[in-house]
């Protein structure tokens, strides 16, 4: 079955410490890997994707996340995490290869929350 | 880059009435949207994919008499939650995706509150 893992429910970094959400799938065709983030009451802002190529893939806000398909992992890192970072994180799964109708299967998220 | 406009942001209904929500696409036509539904501090849940001139496609276990989905052009998808319940108070989010090689787009999200 297709799913996708987020391990750690609650994470808490001070700022400036370096920050790697983990993420798992699996998924029975090639992936497009996304993370996301979403503040509260609010919807969700694309991080960065990986679809080919090189699997270390740079996003915004200074995110990168490293894609593994020996581990079926898609982990998301940043060295120096930001007050403004605070927020709850999804990594979700998409199919590759098909239109651009095709659905994504979310993780459950991971709550980050930063110490001053 | 690519925008959705999802309207209301906050809506608040009696038991019993309909409340329709609009996901709107900018800048770029989309055939398809999607309607999520987030619990607190969950994750989102698909609920139906909202297909331009067809019926929409809906998730195992959602209510299509419920949840009515109308994606009448391409770039308006309206998501009618008939007699409301308070347990379908929510956090409701739409979503498409402008091409193959573009990330989802989400809407800002409606939180529907029925007392």
């Known amino acids: 079955a297709q799913s996708v893992t987020q391990p750690d429910i609650h994470i808490t970094v001070s700022e400036g410490a370096s920050l790697e959400l983990r993420c798992n799938y699996s998924y029975g065709a090639t992936p497009y890997l996304f993370w996301y983030v979403q503040s509260p009451g609010q919807g969700l802002q694309l991080l960065l994707k990986y679809f080919s190529g090189d699997t270390l893939v740079q996003g915004i806000k200074g995110f990168e996340a490293e894609f593994k398909r020996s581990q079926s992992s898609f982990n998301l890192r940043k060295p120096s995490v930001h007050w403004s970072d605070a927020a709850e994180y999804f990594c979700?799964?998409?199919?590759?290869?098909?239109?651009?109708?095709?659905?994504?299967?979310f993780g459950q998220g991971t709550t980050l929350q930063v110490k001053p | 880059g690519a925008v959705v406009s999802q309207h209301p942001s906050r809506v608040i209904c009696k038991s019993g009435t309909s409340v329709k929500i609009e996901c709107r696409s900018l800048?770029?036509?989309?055939?398809?949207m999607f309607w999520y539904r987030q619990f607190p501090k969950q994750s989102l849940m698909l609920m139906a994919t909202s297909n331009e001139g067809s019926k929409a496609t809906y998730e195992q276990g959602v209510e299509k008499d419920k949840f009515l989905i109308n994606h009448a052009s391409l770039t308006l998808s309206t998501l009618t939650v008939t007699s409301a319940h308070p347990e379908d108070s929510s956090f409701y989010i739409c979503?498409?995706?402008?091409?193959?090689?573009?990330?989802?787009?989400f809407g800002s999200g409606t939180r529907l509150t029925v007392v």
């Open positions: 979503s498409a995706r402008e091409g193959l090689l573009y990330g989802y787009t």
């Open positions: 800048d770029f036509q989309a055939t398809t």
């Open positions: 979700a799964v998409g199919a590759a290869g098909s239109s651009n109708t095709g659905k994504l299967i």
